[in-house]
Protein backbone atom coordinates (compact mmCIF):
# COMPACT_ATOMS: atom_id res chain seq x y z
CA UNK A 1 0.00 0.00 0.00
CA UNK A 2 1.33 3.27 -1.15
CA UNK A 3 -0.39 5.30 1.76
CA UNK A 4 2.01 2.70 4.26
CA UNK A 5 4.93 3.01 2.27
CA UNK A 6 4.50 6.86 2.97
CA UNK A 7 4.08 6.37 6.42
CA UNK A 8 6.94 4.27 7.43
CA UNK A 9 9.18 6.96 5.36
CA UNK A 10 7.53 9.46 8.11
CA UNK A 11 5.24 11.19 6.18
CA UNK A 12 2.48 13.10 8.41
CA UNK A 13 -0.12 13.10 5.60
CA UNK A 14 0.08 9.78 5.20
CA UNK A 15 -0.42 9.08 8.61
CA UNK A 16 -3.50 11.58 9.15
CA UNK A 17 -4.89 9.69 5.92
CA UNK A 18 -4.73 6.18 7.33
CA UNK A 19 -5.89 7.32 10.72
CA UNK A 20 -9.39 8.84 8.79
CA UNK A 21 -9.66 5.46 7.05
CA UNK A 22 -9.20 3.77 10.37
CA UNK A 23 -11.87 5.95 12.15
CA UNK A 24 -14.35 5.36 9.60
CA UNK A 25 -14.14 1.73 9.90
CA UNK A 26 -12.76 0.98 6.74
CA UNK A 27 -12.60 -2.85 4.87
CA UNK A 28 -8.91 -2.01 4.94
CA UNK A 29 -7.91 -2.24 8.40
CA UNK A 30 -6.57 -5.38 8.95
CA UNK A 31 -4.33 -4.99 6.10
CA UNK A 32 -3.43 -1.32 7.17
CA UNK A 33 -2.71 -2.93 10.51
CA UNK A 34 -0.92 -5.91 9.53
CA UNK A 35 1.41 -3.83 7.64
CA UNK A 36 2.07 -1.40 9.58
CA UNK A 37 2.07 -3.23 12.88
CA UNK A 38 6.12 -4.77 12.38
CA UNK A 39 6.69 -0.90 13.01
CA UNK A 40 4.69 -0.16 16.48
CA UNK A 41 6.26 -0.64 20.15
CA UNK A 42 8.79 2.07 20.26
CA UNK A 43 6.37 4.94 21.42
CA UNK A 44 5.24 5.64 24.73
CA UNK A 45 2.01 6.55 25.52
CA UNK A 46 0.38 9.37 27.60
CA UNK A 47 -3.26 9.74 28.63
CA UNK A 48 -4.83 12.69 29.60
CA UNK A 49 -7.87 13.12 30.65
CA UNK A 50 -10.39 15.06 33.17
CA UNK A 51 -13.91 17.02 32.75
CA UNK A 52 -14.27 19.39 30.03
CA UNK A 53 -12.74 22.98 31.34
CA UNK A 54 -10.58 21.37 33.30
CA UNK A 55 -7.92 22.48 31.04
CA UNK A 56 -6.71 19.56 28.86
CA UNK A 57 -5.86 21.10 25.74
CA UNK A 58 -3.85 23.62 26.98
CA UNK A 59 -2.13 21.14 28.98
CA UNK A 60 -1.09 19.50 26.56
CA UNK A 61 0.24 22.50 24.22
CA UNK A 62 2.45 23.02 27.05
CA UNK A 63 3.43 19.44 27.41
CA UNK A 64 4.31 19.40 23.47
CA UNK A 65 6.61 22.20 24.07
CA UNK A 66 8.12 20.79 27.06
CA UNK A 67 8.39 17.35 25.29
CA UNK A 68 10.20 18.55 21.81
CA UNK A 69 12.75 20.12 24.42
CA UNK A 70 14.23 16.79 25.15
CA UNK A 71 14.57 16.44 21.36
CA UNK A 72 11.83 14.04 20.99
CA UNK A 73 8.96 13.66 18.81
CA UNK A 74 5.20 13.91 19.60
CA UNK A 75 1.66 12.76 18.23
CA UNK A 76 -1.26 13.68 19.47
CA UNK A 77 -4.60 12.18 19.38
CA UNK A 78 -7.69 14.10 20.75
CA UNK A 79 -10.49 12.48 20.91
CA UNK A 80 -13.97 14.10 21.21
CA UNK A 81 -17.25 11.72 23.09
CA UNK A 82 -19.27 14.95 21.93
CA UNK A 83 -22.88 14.27 20.69
CA UNK A 84 -23.34 15.41 17.15
CA UNK A 85 -25.69 17.46 18.75
CA UNK A 86 -22.96 19.69 20.28
CA UNK A 87 -20.32 18.42 17.35
CA UNK A 88 -17.38 20.49 17.31
CA UNK A 89 -18.22 22.43 20.44
CA UNK A 90 -14.82 21.85 21.76
CA UNK A 91 -13.08 22.84 18.52
CA UNK A 92 -11.97 26.05 19.97
CA UNK A 93 -10.09 25.23 22.55
CA UNK A 94 -8.12 22.87 20.17
CA UNK A 95 -7.34 25.82 18.08
CA UNK A 96 -4.35 27.05 20.48
CA UNK A 97 -2.59 24.03 20.18
CA UNK A 98 -2.49 23.82 16.52
CA UNK A 99 0.18 26.57 16.31
CA UNK A 100 2.68 23.25 17.26
CA UNK A 101 1.52 22.14 13.71
CA UNK A 102 4.43 23.76 12.07
CA UNK A 103 6.65 22.07 13.76
CA UNK A 104 7.59 18.71 11.58
CA UNK A 105 7.78 16.93 15.04
CA UNK A 106 4.21 17.43 16.06
CA UNK A 107 1.52 15.57 14.54
CA UNK A 108 -2.26 16.50 15.99
CA UNK A 109 -5.12 14.72 14.89
CA UNK A 110 -8.70 15.05 16.12
CA UNK A 111 -11.10 11.70 16.20
CA UNK A 112 -14.57 12.07 16.63
CA UNK A 113 -17.62 9.65 17.32
CA UNK A 114 -18.70 8.31 14.46
CA UNK A 115 -21.81 5.71 15.34
CA UNK A 116 -21.07 3.73 17.96
CA UNK A 117 -19.17 4.91 21.24
CA UNK A 118 -18.13 1.32 22.11
CA UNK A 119 -15.95 1.18 18.99
CA UNK A 120 -13.91 4.54 19.84
CA UNK A 121 -11.14 3.01 22.20
CA UNK A 122 -10.80 0.82 19.17
CA UNK A 123 -9.86 3.30 16.79
CA UNK A 124 -7.90 5.13 19.21
CA UNK A 125 -5.83 2.51 19.46
CA UNK A 126 -5.29 2.02 15.72
CA UNK A 127 -4.86 5.73 15.53
CA UNK A 128 -2.32 4.88 18.35
CA UNK A 129 -0.37 2.20 16.08
CA UNK A 130 -0.26 4.89 13.33
CA UNK A 131 1.35 7.60 14.71
CA UNK A 132 4.00 4.84 16.20
CA UNK A 133 4.57 3.60 13.20
CA UNK A 134 5.25 6.79 11.55
CA UNK A 135 7.94 6.75 14.45
CA UNK A 136 6.43 9.52 16.72
CA UNK A 137 8.35 9.08 20.42
CA UNK A 138 5.73 10.16 22.50
CA UNK A 139 1.88 10.01 21.74
CA UNK A 140 -0.27 11.77 24.04
CA UNK A 141 -4.18 10.99 23.94
CA UNK A 142 -6.52 13.71 25.13
CA UNK A 143 -9.91 12.40 26.35
CA UNK A 144 -12.58 14.27 27.57
CA UNK A 145 -14.91 13.69 30.34
CA UNK A 146 -14.43 10.50 32.67
CA UNK A 147 -16.76 8.15 32.17
CA UNK A 148 -17.10 4.40 30.90
CA UNK A 149 -15.57 4.97 27.37
CA UNK A 150 -12.58 7.49 28.18
CA UNK A 151 -11.71 4.97 30.82
CA UNK A 152 -11.47 2.48 28.52
CA UNK A 153 -9.80 4.77 25.95
CA UNK A 154 -7.24 5.44 29.15
CA UNK A 155 -6.13 2.27 29.29
CA UNK A 156 -4.38 2.44 25.77
CA UNK A 157 -1.63 4.38 27.61
CA UNK A 158 1.44 3.74 29.41
CA UNK A 159 0.54 6.72 31.90
CA UNK A 160 -2.35 8.13 32.69
CA UNK A 161 -2.74 11.85 33.78
CA UNK A 162 -6.14 12.27 35.45
CA UNK A 163 -6.94 16.65 35.82
CA UNK A 164 -9.21 17.72 38.68
CA UNK A 165 -10.44 21.11 38.97
CA UNK A 166 -9.81 23.23 42.23
CA UNK A 167 -12.54 23.68 44.69
CA UNK A 168 -14.62 21.78 42.80
CA UNK A 169 -15.80 18.62 45.78
CA UNK A 170 -18.20 17.35 43.57
CA UNK A 171 -15.41 16.74 41.46
CA UNK A 172 -13.50 14.79 43.55
CA UNK A 173 -16.90 12.81 44.34
CA UNK A 174 -17.30 12.21 41.03
CA UNK A 175 -13.49 10.59 41.23
CA UNK A 176 -14.71 8.57 43.65
CA UNK A 177 -16.87 6.45 41.64
CA UNK A 178 -14.94 4.36 39.74
CA UNK A 179 -12.09 6.40 37.74
CA UNK A 180 -9.78 6.73 40.57
CA UNK A 181 -8.19 3.74 39.87
CA UNK A 182 -6.60 4.92 36.36
CA UNK A 183 -4.40 8.18 37.35
CA UNK A 184 -0.80 7.31 37.67
CA UNK A 185 -0.35 11.29 37.74
CA UNK A 186 -2.77 13.53 39.19
CA UNK A 187 -2.71 17.19 38.57
CA UNK A 188 -4.90 19.92 40.13
CA UNK A 189 -5.44 22.70 36.86
CA UNK A 190 -5.56 26.71 37.89
CA UNK A 191 -3.51 26.08 40.72
CA UNK A 192 -3.87 29.92 41.71
CA UNK A 193 -6.92 28.82 42.23
CA UNK A 194 -8.10 29.46 46.17
CA UNK A 195 -8.95 26.03 46.76
CA UNK A 196 -6.34 24.48 44.66
CA UNK A 197 -4.04 23.34 47.90
CA UNK A 198 -7.30 21.98 49.65
CA UNK A 199 -8.48 19.53 46.51
CA UNK A 200 -4.63 18.31 46.22
CA UNK A 201 -4.43 17.13 49.92
CA UNK A 202 -8.36 15.73 49.33
CA UNK A 203 -6.76 14.17 46.58
CA UNK A 204 -3.76 13.13 48.14
CA UNK A 205 -6.10 11.59 51.30
CA UNK A 206 -8.39 9.35 48.71
CA UNK A 207 -5.25 8.29 47.67
CA UNK A 208 -3.71 7.28 50.90
CA UNK A 209 -7.46 4.89 51.68
CA UNK A 210 -6.85 3.06 48.44
CA UNK A 211 -6.99 -0.18 49.01
CA UNK A 212 -5.02 -0.93 46.33
CA UNK A 213 -2.47 0.98 46.27
CA UNK A 214 0.28 -1.25 44.56
CA UNK A 215 4.03 0.21 44.85
CA UNK A 216 4.15 3.16 42.46
CA UNK A 217 2.38 6.67 44.65
CA UNK A 218 0.67 8.41 42.18
CA UNK A 219 2.19 11.92 42.36
CA UNK A 220 -0.49 15.07 43.09
CA UNK A 221 0.83 17.71 40.77
CA UNK A 222 -0.48 21.42 40.76
CA UNK A 223 -0.01 23.24 37.21
CA UNK A 224 -1.12 26.44 35.67
CA UNK A 225 -1.83 25.18 31.89
CA UNK A 226 -2.27 28.19 30.51
CA UNK A 227 0.93 29.97 31.76
CA UNK A 228 2.91 26.47 31.45
CA UNK A 229 3.52 27.08 34.78
CA UNK A 230 4.10 22.86 36.73
CA UNK A 231 4.53 21.37 32.98
CA UNK A 232 7.75 20.70 33.43
CA UNK A 233 7.59 18.77 36.76
CA UNK A 234 4.84 16.99 34.97
CA UNK A 235 6.53 15.67 32.07
CA UNK A 236 9.54 15.00 35.17
CA UNK A 237 6.81 12.55 36.74
CA UNK A 238 5.93 11.14 33.32
CA UNK A 239 9.36 9.78 32.65
CA UNK A 240 9.57 8.47 36.47
CA UNK A 241 6.49 6.74 36.26
CA UNK A 242 7.83 5.20 32.75
CA UNK A 243 11.07 4.57 34.60
CA UNK A 244 8.88 2.58 37.06
CA UNK A 245 7.28 0.39 34.96
CA UNK A 246 10.58 -0.61 32.94
CA UNK A 247 12.07 -1.13 36.42
CA UNK A 248 10.18 -4.03 36.67
CA UNK A 249 8.77 -5.33 33.97
CA UNK A 250 5.34 -3.81 34.17
CA UNK A 251 5.15 -2.27 31.09
CA UNK A 252 5.70 -5.41 29.10
CA UNK A 253 2.69 -7.14 31.56
CA UNK A 254 0.43 -4.23 30.84
CA UNK A 255 1.45 -3.42 26.97
CA UNK A 256 0.73 -7.53 27.13
CA UNK A 257 -2.67 -7.32 28.82
CA UNK A 258 -3.61 -4.56 26.34
CA UNK A 259 -2.64 -6.41 23.32
CA UNK A 260 -4.82 -9.36 24.66
CA UNK A 261 -7.51 -7.28 25.10
CA UNK A 262 -7.91 -5.74 21.85
CA UNK A 263 -7.58 -9.08 20.13
CA UNK A 264 -10.23 -10.15 21.57
CA UNK A 265 -12.44 -6.87 20.77
CA UNK A 266 -11.72 -7.35 17.40
CA UNK A 267 -12.77 -10.97 17.05
CA UNK A 268 -15.49 -10.16 19.37
CA UNK A 269 -16.33 -7.28 17.37
CA UNK A 270 -16.09 -8.74 13.79
CA UNK A 271 -18.28 -11.91 14.96
CA UNK A 272 -21.13 -9.10 16.67
CA UNK A 273 -21.11 -6.99 13.27
CA UNK A 274 -21.33 -10.49 11.42
CA UNK A 275 -24.32 -11.69 14.00
CA UNK A 276 -25.96 -8.26 13.71
CA UNK A 277 -25.62 -7.99 9.89
CA UNK A 278 -27.65 -11.59 9.50
CA UNK A 279 -30.82 -10.75 12.39
CA UNK A 280 -31.39 -7.26 10.70
CA UNK A 281 -32.02 -9.12 7.47
CA UNK A 282 -35.53 -9.95 6.62
CA UNK A 283 -38.72 -9.74 8.17
CA UNK A 284 -37.86 -12.25 11.34
CA UNK A 285 -37.25 -9.41 14.35
CA UNK A 286 -39.74 -7.12 13.46
CA UNK A 287 -41.91 -9.91 13.35
CA UNK A 288 -40.91 -11.50 16.66
CA UNK A 289 -40.45 -8.08 18.46
CA UNK A 290 -44.52 -7.94 17.40
CA UNK A 291 -44.75 -11.07 19.57
CA UNK A 292 -43.08 -10.10 22.24
CA UNK A 293 -44.84 -6.93 22.28
CA UNK A 294 -48.03 -8.72 22.65
CA UNK A 295 -46.58 -11.03 25.30
CA UNK A 296 -46.90 -13.70 22.96
CA UNK A 297 -43.40 -14.69 23.35
CA UNK A 298 -40.88 -13.27 25.50
CA UNK A 299 -37.24 -11.48 24.72
CA UNK A 300 -34.85 -14.65 25.60
CA UNK A 301 -37.54 -17.28 23.28
CA UNK A 302 -36.52 -14.41 20.41
CA UNK A 303 -33.01 -14.08 20.98
CA UNK A 304 -33.08 -18.33 20.86
CA UNK A 305 -34.93 -17.97 17.50
CA UNK A 306 -32.22 -15.88 16.07
CA UNK A 307 -29.27 -17.91 17.48
CA UNK A 308 -30.79 -20.84 15.79
CA UNK A 309 -30.93 -18.67 12.55
CA UNK A 310 -27.92 -17.12 12.73
CA UNK A 311 -26.09 -21.09 13.63
CA UNK A 312 -26.36 -22.49 10.08
CA UNK A 313 -25.14 -25.42 11.63
CA UNK A 314 -27.39 -26.44 14.47
CA UNK A 315 -27.62 -24.80 17.46
CA UNK A 316 -23.83 -24.13 17.49
CA UNK A 317 -24.41 -20.61 19.40
CA UNK A 318 -27.63 -21.61 21.30
CA UNK A 319 -26.67 -24.15 23.33
CA UNK A 320 -27.34 -21.71 26.34
CA UNK A 321 -31.22 -21.18 25.17
CA UNK A 322 -31.66 -24.44 24.37
CA UNK A 323 -31.20 -25.54 27.64
CA UNK A 324 -34.20 -23.63 28.52
CA UNK B 1 -40.61 -21.83 39.36
CA UNK B 2 -41.88 -21.57 43.21
CA UNK B 3 -40.10 -18.04 43.16
CA UNK B 4 -42.04 -16.86 39.69
CA UNK B 5 -45.41 -18.23 41.25
CA UNK B 6 -44.65 -16.16 44.69
CA UNK B 7 -43.65 -13.09 42.14
CA UNK B 8 -46.82 -12.96 40.64
CA UNK B 9 -48.78 -13.47 43.58
CA UNK B 10 -47.44 -10.16 45.03
CA UNK B 11 -44.42 -11.40 47.17
CA UNK B 12 -41.81 -8.43 47.37
CA UNK B 13 -39.11 -10.74 48.90
CA UNK B 14 -39.48 -13.40 45.89
CA UNK B 15 -38.90 -10.44 43.19
CA UNK B 16 -35.73 -9.63 45.66
CA UNK B 17 -34.71 -12.75 45.43
CA UNK B 18 -35.08 -13.04 41.37
CA UNK B 19 -33.32 -9.74 40.67
CA UNK B 20 -30.82 -10.78 42.51
CA UNK B 21 -30.14 -14.26 40.29
CA UNK B 22 -30.54 -11.84 37.32
CA UNK B 23 -27.96 -9.78 38.87
CA UNK B 24 -25.86 -12.27 39.25
CA UNK B 25 -26.02 -13.73 35.74
CA UNK B 26 -27.60 -16.73 37.00
CA UNK B 27 -28.23 -19.53 33.87
CA UNK B 28 -31.96 -19.40 35.18
CA UNK B 29 -32.64 -16.24 33.96
CA UNK B 30 -34.00 -17.00 30.76
CA UNK B 31 -36.26 -18.94 32.23
CA UNK B 32 -36.87 -16.84 34.40
CA UNK B 33 -37.86 -14.02 32.00
CA UNK B 34 -40.03 -16.49 29.77
CA UNK B 35 -42.21 -17.07 32.65
CA UNK B 36 -42.57 -13.62 34.20
CA UNK B 37 -42.71 -11.94 30.76
CA UNK B 38 -46.74 -12.62 30.06
CA UNK B 39 -47.31 -10.25 32.97
CA UNK B 40 -44.83 -7.49 31.82
CA UNK B 41 -45.63 -4.16 29.93
CA UNK B 42 -48.08 -2.63 32.34
CA UNK B 43 -46.12 -0.57 34.50
CA UNK B 44 -44.42 2.74 33.31
CA UNK B 45 -40.68 3.75 33.69
CA UNK B 46 -38.89 6.67 35.34
CA UNK B 47 -35.75 6.91 34.50
CA UNK B 48 -33.97 9.52 36.82
CA UNK B 49 -29.84 10.47 36.40
CA UNK B 50 -27.52 13.16 37.08
CA UNK B 51 -24.13 13.29 38.68
CA UNK B 52 -23.01 12.20 41.93
CA UNK B 53 -24.54 14.87 44.82
CA UNK B 54 -27.12 16.47 42.29
CA UNK B 55 -29.86 15.08 44.95
CA UNK B 56 -31.40 12.06 43.36
CA UNK B 57 -31.82 10.06 46.18
CA UNK B 58 -33.64 13.02 47.71
CA UNK B 59 -35.55 13.29 44.99
CA UNK B 60 -36.53 9.82 44.22
CA UNK B 61 -37.80 9.85 48.39
CA UNK B 62 -40.21 12.93 47.83
CA UNK B 63 -41.45 11.53 44.67
CA UNK B 64 -42.37 8.14 45.87
CA UNK B 65 -44.81 9.92 48.77
CA UNK B 66 -46.48 11.89 45.72
CA UNK B 67 -46.78 8.63 43.78
CA UNK B 68 -48.59 7.05 46.30
CA UNK B 69 -50.19 9.57 47.52
CA UNK B 70 -51.97 8.94 43.71
CA UNK B 71 -52.93 5.32 44.82
CA UNK B 72 -50.17 4.36 42.45
CA UNK B 73 -47.83 1.20 43.88
CA UNK B 74 -43.82 1.96 43.28
CA UNK B 75 -40.64 -0.24 42.66
CA UNK B 76 -37.29 1.56 42.65
CA UNK B 77 -34.09 0.66 41.40
CA UNK B 78 -30.93 2.18 42.39
CA UNK B 79 -27.74 1.79 40.72
CA UNK B 80 -24.32 1.80 41.45
CA UNK B 81 -22.04 2.14 39.04
CA UNK B 82 -19.16 2.94 41.38
CA UNK B 83 -15.94 1.01 41.23
CA UNK B 84 -15.05 -1.71 43.81
CA UNK B 85 -12.85 0.83 45.20
CA UNK B 86 -15.22 2.79 46.73
CA UNK B 87 -18.30 0.45 46.22
CA UNK B 88 -20.86 1.58 48.88
CA UNK B 89 -20.29 5.71 49.01
CA UNK B 90 -23.24 5.92 48.06
CA UNK B 91 -24.88 3.94 50.13
CA UNK B 92 -25.88 6.33 52.90
CA UNK B 93 -27.63 8.89 50.66
CA UNK B 94 -29.68 6.02 49.83
CA UNK B 95 -30.96 4.95 53.78
CA UNK B 96 -33.18 8.08 53.82
CA UNK B 97 -35.12 6.69 51.34
CA UNK B 98 -35.45 3.31 53.30
CA UNK B 99 -38.21 4.28 55.49
CA UNK B 100 -40.59 3.70 52.56
CA UNK B 101 -39.80 0.32 52.46
CA UNK B 102 -42.36 -0.21 55.90
CA UNK B 103 -44.60 0.45 52.80
CA UNK B 104 -46.33 -2.65 51.39
CA UNK B 105 -46.66 -0.60 47.92
CA UNK B 106 -43.16 0.11 47.62
CA UNK B 107 -39.97 -1.91 46.72
CA UNK B 108 -36.83 -0.66 46.91
CA UNK B 109 -33.76 -2.59 45.60
CA UNK B 110 -29.93 -2.28 44.70
CA UNK B 111 -27.95 -2.73 41.81
CA UNK B 112 -25.02 -2.60 41.72
CA UNK B 113 -21.88 -3.23 39.32
CA UNK B 114 -20.50 -7.00 39.01
CA UNK B 115 -18.08 -7.55 36.39
CA UNK B 116 -18.44 -5.75 33.59
CA UNK B 117 -20.06 -2.20 32.81
CA UNK B 118 -21.72 -3.32 29.67
CA UNK B 119 -23.72 -6.02 31.44
CA UNK B 120 -25.76 -2.98 33.91
CA UNK B 121 -27.83 -2.12 31.47
CA UNK B 122 -29.01 -5.43 30.53
CA UNK B 123 -29.82 -6.63 34.48
CA UNK B 124 -31.48 -3.26 34.67
CA UNK B 125 -33.83 -4.14 32.27
CA UNK B 126 -34.66 -8.02 33.55
CA UNK B 127 -34.75 -5.77 37.05
CA UNK B 128 -37.61 -3.51 35.65
CA UNK B 129 -39.48 -6.79 34.19
CA UNK B 130 -39.55 -8.46 37.74
CA UNK B 131 -41.15 -4.90 38.96
CA UNK B 132 -43.34 -5.20 36.34
CA UNK B 133 -44.06 -8.73 36.40
CA UNK B 134 -44.62 -8.02 40.76
CA UNK B 135 -47.38 -5.62 39.36
CA UNK B 136 -46.06 -2.38 40.50
CA UNK B 137 -47.88 0.53 38.57
CA UNK B 138 -44.58 2.67 38.34
CA UNK B 139 -40.73 1.72 38.30
CA UNK B 140 -38.05 4.23 38.98
CA UNK B 141 -35.15 3.51 37.63
CA UNK B 142 -32.09 5.71 39.68
CA UNK B 143 -28.73 6.04 38.27
CA UNK B 144 -25.46 7.95 39.14
CA UNK B 145 -23.53 9.83 36.50
CA UNK B 146 -24.13 10.71 32.73
CA UNK B 147 -21.36 8.36 31.13
CA UNK B 148 -22.35 6.01 28.39
CA UNK B 149 -23.58 3.60 31.14
CA UNK B 150 -25.69 5.81 32.57
CA UNK B 151 -26.93 6.92 29.15
CA UNK B 152 -27.92 3.34 28.40
CA UNK B 153 -29.83 2.65 31.80
CA UNK B 154 -32.02 5.72 30.99
CA UNK B 155 -32.96 4.09 27.50
CA UNK B 156 -34.78 1.18 29.32
CA UNK B 157 -36.91 4.46 30.52
CA UNK B 158 -40.53 6.08 29.49
CA UNK B 159 -39.82 9.11 31.24
CA UNK B 160 -35.78 10.05 31.77
CA UNK B 161 -35.96 13.38 34.24
CA UNK B 162 -32.37 14.85 34.39
CA UNK B 163 -31.03 16.73 37.17
CA UNK B 164 -28.48 19.55 37.42
CA UNK B 165 -26.95 21.21 40.05
CA UNK B 166 -27.28 25.03 39.69
CA UNK B 167 -24.64 27.49 39.49
CA UNK B 168 -22.07 25.02 37.58
CA UNK B 169 -21.33 25.89 34.56
CA UNK B 170 -19.22 23.11 33.80
CA UNK B 171 -22.23 20.70 34.74
CA UNK B 172 -24.04 22.45 31.64
CA UNK B 173 -21.01 22.01 29.67
CA UNK B 174 -20.44 18.36 30.71
CA UNK B 175 -24.66 18.22 29.63
CA UNK B 176 -23.61 19.33 26.20
CA UNK B 177 -21.15 16.50 25.54
CA UNK B 178 -23.85 14.29 24.64
CA UNK B 179 -26.25 13.89 27.52
CA UNK B 180 -28.91 16.14 26.62
CA UNK B 181 -30.85 14.67 24.25
CA UNK B 182 -32.00 11.57 26.44
CA UNK B 183 -33.73 13.91 28.85
CA UNK B 184 -37.33 14.21 28.76
CA UNK B 185 -37.68 16.29 31.79
CA UNK B 186 -35.02 18.63 33.61
CA UNK B 187 -34.36 19.17 36.96
CA UNK B 188 -32.60 22.28 38.40
CA UNK B 189 -32.04 20.90 42.32
CA UNK B 190 -31.28 23.28 45.27
CA UNK B 191 -33.60 25.51 43.96
CA UNK B 192 -32.64 27.67 47.00
CA UNK B 193 -29.08 27.82 45.47
CA UNK B 194 -28.23 31.50 43.87
CA UNK B 195 -27.57 30.43 41.13
CA UNK B 196 -30.74 27.96 40.32
CA UNK B 197 -32.27 30.54 38.10
CA UNK B 198 -29.24 31.48 35.82
CA UNK B 199 -28.77 27.57 35.21
CA UNK B 200 -32.77 27.00 34.04
CA UNK B 201 -32.10 29.57 32.05
CA UNK B 202 -29.09 27.89 30.39
CA UNK B 203 -30.67 24.39 30.05
CA UNK B 204 -33.83 26.45 28.19
CA UNK B 205 -31.18 28.61 25.86
CA UNK B 206 -29.61 25.17 25.65
CA UNK B 207 -32.91 23.42 24.74
CA UNK B 208 -34.06 25.96 22.17
CA UNK B 209 -30.59 25.14 20.10
CA UNK B 210 -31.43 21.76 20.28
CA UNK B 211 -31.61 20.77 15.96
CA UNK B 212 -33.09 17.69 17.12
CA UNK B 213 -36.40 19.00 19.19
CA UNK B 214 -39.33 17.17 18.55
CA UNK B 215 -43.18 17.85 19.54
CA UNK B 216 -41.81 17.71 23.08
CA UNK B 217 -40.50 20.66 24.74
CA UNK B 218 -38.77 19.13 28.15
CA UNK B 219 -39.98 21.25 30.69
CA UNK B 220 -37.02 22.68 33.13
CA UNK B 221 -38.41 22.65 36.53
CA UNK B 222 -36.59 23.66 40.03
CA UNK B 223 -37.06 21.33 43.07
CA UNK B 224 -35.84 20.83 46.49
CA UNK B 225 -35.74 17.55 46.81
CA UNK B 226 -34.78 17.88 51.16
CA UNK B 227 -37.94 19.63 51.66
CA UNK B 228 -39.80 17.95 48.45
CA UNK B 229 -40.63 21.67 46.81
CA UNK B 230 -41.35 21.15 43.58
CA UNK B 231 -41.82 17.53 43.55
CA UNK B 232 -45.27 17.41 43.04
CA UNK B 233 -44.69 19.94 39.72
CA UNK B 234 -42.05 16.72 38.72
CA UNK B 235 -44.83 14.24 38.85
CA UNK B 236 -47.23 16.32 36.88
CA UNK B 237 -45.04 16.91 34.27
CA UNK B 238 -44.09 13.48 34.17
CA UNK B 239 -47.62 12.76 33.69
CA UNK B 240 -47.75 15.21 30.83
CA UNK B 241 -45.16 13.45 29.26
CA UNK B 242 -46.91 10.06 29.22
CA UNK B 243 -50.02 11.24 28.43
CA UNK B 244 -47.83 12.89 25.47
CA UNK B 245 -46.70 9.28 24.48
CA UNK B 246 -49.64 7.83 24.31
CA UNK B 247 -51.52 10.36 22.41
CA UNK B 248 -49.50 9.24 19.02
CA UNK B 249 -48.42 6.09 19.52
CA UNK B 250 -44.93 6.91 20.62
CA UNK B 251 -44.94 4.89 23.73
CA UNK B 252 -45.61 1.63 21.66
CA UNK B 253 -42.88 3.10 19.10
CA UNK B 254 -39.91 3.28 21.31
CA UNK B 255 -40.53 0.19 23.77
CA UNK B 256 -40.59 -1.68 20.31
CA UNK B 257 -37.48 -0.23 19.82
CA UNK B 258 -35.93 -0.94 23.38
CA UNK B 259 -37.87 -4.14 22.73
CA UNK B 260 -35.80 -4.72 19.57
CA UNK B 261 -32.77 -3.65 21.20
CA UNK B 262 -32.45 -5.74 23.77
CA UNK B 263 -32.94 -9.09 22.21
CA UNK B 264 -30.05 -8.12 20.38
CA UNK B 265 -27.87 -7.80 23.19
CA UNK B 266 -29.41 -11.40 24.47
CA UNK B 267 -27.98 -12.85 20.96
CA UNK B 268 -24.72 -10.82 20.55
CA UNK B 269 -23.93 -11.13 24.30
CA UNK B 270 -24.66 -14.90 24.31
CA UNK B 271 -22.23 -15.46 21.19
CA UNK B 272 -19.57 -12.89 22.61
CA UNK B 273 -19.31 -15.29 26.11
CA UNK B 274 -19.33 -18.23 24.06
CA UNK B 275 -16.50 -17.11 21.93
CA UNK B 276 -14.36 -15.48 25.21
CA UNK B 277 -15.34 -19.13 26.38
CA UNK B 278 -13.12 -20.66 23.62
CA UNK B 279 -10.81 -18.38 22.69
CA UNK B 280 -9.59 -18.21 26.68
CA UNK B 281 -9.21 -21.96 26.62
CA UNK B 282 -5.87 -23.58 26.23
CA UNK B 283 -2.48 -21.37 25.15
CA UNK B 284 -3.60 -19.65 22.04
CA UNK B 285 -4.24 -16.50 23.09
CA UNK B 286 -1.05 -16.44 25.16
CA UNK B 287 0.87 -17.56 22.69
CA UNK B 288 -0.38 -14.95 20.13
CA UNK B 289 -0.28 -11.97 22.36
CA UNK B 290 3.65 -13.43 22.38
CA UNK B 291 4.24 -12.75 18.81
CA UNK B 292 2.18 -10.03 18.64
CA UNK B 293 4.34 -8.17 21.39
CA UNK B 294 7.73 -9.61 19.65
CA UNK B 295 6.05 -8.20 16.19
CA UNK B 296 5.80 -11.74 15.19
CA UNK B 297 2.48 -11.04 13.60
CA UNK B 298 -0.30 -8.53 13.97
CA UNK B 299 -3.21 -8.05 16.57
CA UNK B 300 -5.66 -8.62 13.06
CA UNK B 301 -3.70 -11.77 12.56
CA UNK B 302 -4.36 -12.84 15.45
CA UNK B 303 -8.07 -12.24 15.30
CA UNK B 304 -8.77 -13.96 12.45
CA UNK B 305 -6.16 -17.19 13.75
CA UNK B 306 -8.74 -17.23 16.91
CA UNK B 307 -11.82 -16.61 14.38
CA UNK B 308 -10.82 -19.72 12.46
CA UNK B 309 -10.82 -21.80 15.94
CA UNK B 310 -14.46 -20.50 16.82
CA UNK B 311 -15.59 -21.04 13.42
CA UNK B 312 -15.31 -25.01 13.73
CA UNK B 313 -16.95 -25.52 9.77
CA UNK B 314 -14.28 -23.49 7.86
CA UNK B 315 -14.68 -19.93 8.66
CA UNK B 316 -17.91 -18.94 8.78
CA UNK B 317 -17.28 -16.25 10.93
CA UNK B 318 -13.81 -15.27 9.81
CA UNK B 319 -14.96 -13.83 6.31
CA UNK B 320 -13.72 -10.42 6.55
CA UNK B 321 -10.38 -11.38 8.04
CA UNK B 322 -10.03 -13.85 5.15
CA UNK B 323 -10.05 -11.44 2.65
CA UNK B 324 -7.23 -10.21 3.89
Not at 52 to 61: A, F, I, N
Not at 102 to 114: H, N, Q, W
Request: charged share 25%; proline share 3%; with cysteine.
Amino acid sequence: MELVDRLIKGEDQAATRLISLLADGSPLSPQIVKLIYPRCGKAYVIGITGSPGVGKSSLVDKLISVVRSDNLTVGVIAIDTTSPFTGGALLGDRIRMQRHTVDEGVLIRSLATRGSLGGLSHVTQEAIWILDALGKDMIVVETVGIGQTEIEIAQSADTTVLMVMPGSGDQVQTLKAGVMEIGDIFVVNKSDHGEADKTAIEIENMLRLSPCGGQWKPPVLKTQALSGEGVSELWAAIKEHRSFLLRDGRLDKHRRERLEAEIVKIVTEQIRSDVLRRISQGEELFQLVDKIYRNETDPYTAASVLLGKVGRNGNRWASHSEAV
